[in-house]
């Protein structure tokens, strides 16, 4: 158990529809990280919170969204879902904002939009 | 222009084979980390080891080995007397310090098959 904790671990929904991803990060980590990996586009970072802040951006599309809670746990939101989202969807944590520490990756959430 | 290349896409051993995975990372900034990282079937990211850009000496954890050379930018890692249990996706990463960027940039992993 690498202390990251995504929920839930599969995912089938339909074209068109909305869903969220939840990641718990590693006790103490304020940063967490999500990135997608999907067959074409090796893995991808999207977004990077930190302390309830966004720090960094990446190849996130304008459907998906995300934001980090108080209790620092974070969502990845994902809207008018295509065939071509399907794909691993990992978080990672981290302790400081910098990621250079090291990362903690959570064990993924499979996502298949048919 | 990628930031880490991992030229091996696939590659079968038979068990007790050493086997060296490559990779080769691109950056201006003189400050970064290299990492390993492990996907085995099941699915999860396993880190195997970090590396920073100011400590070129090369590290060895069981059959496990990494050697990182900042004048060819390689970071290439060795796996000896391989085991079926090494079978795995191995991915190499680069975190940039100095320019801001707090992400991962992954290679496209190389796909290591261990035949028993």
């Known amino acids: 158990d690498s202390g990251v904790t995504q929920t839930p671990k599969h995912l089938i929904t339909a074209t068109g529809q909305r869903v969220t991803l939840r990641c718990s990060p590693r006790s103490g980590d304020l940063s967490v990280y999500w990135y997608q990996q999907s067959l074409d586009q090796g893995l991808q970072f999207l977004i990077q919170y930190y302390n309830g802040e966004e720090r960094a951006k990446g190849n996130i599309l304008e459907r998906f969204s995300a934001q980090q809670f108080p209790d620092l746990h974070s969502e990845l939101n994902l809207s008018s879902l295509e065939l071509g989202d399907s794909a691993l969807y990992f978080c990672?944590?981290?302790?400081?904002?910098?990621?250079?520490?090291?990362?903690?990756f959570g064990s993924g959430t499979r996502l298949t939009v048919v | 222009a990628q930031k880490v290349t991992q030229a091996q896409t696939e590659i079968s051993v038979v068990e007790k084979e050493d086997v060296t995975l490559d990779c080769v990372y691109e950056t201006r900034d003189t400050t970064y980390y290299l990492f390993w990282y492990k996907q085995p079937p099941s699915g999860e990211l396993v880190f195997l080891i970090r590396?920073?850009?100011?400590?070129?000496q090369n590290e060895i954890s069981g059959r496990y080995s990494w050697n990182f050379q900042k004048s060819t930018s390689s970071f290439n890692f060795t796996i000896t007397a391989s085991q079926v249990v090494d079978s795995a996706v191995y991915f190499c990463a680069l975190s940039e310090v100095l320019t801001g960027a707090n992400n991962l940039f992954f290679g496209t992993g190389t796909r290591l098959t261990v035949i028993p």
């Open positions: 590396r920073n850009s100011f400590d070129e």
């Open positions: 990672a944590s981290s302790a400081s904002g910098a990621g250079n520490y090291g990362y903690t």
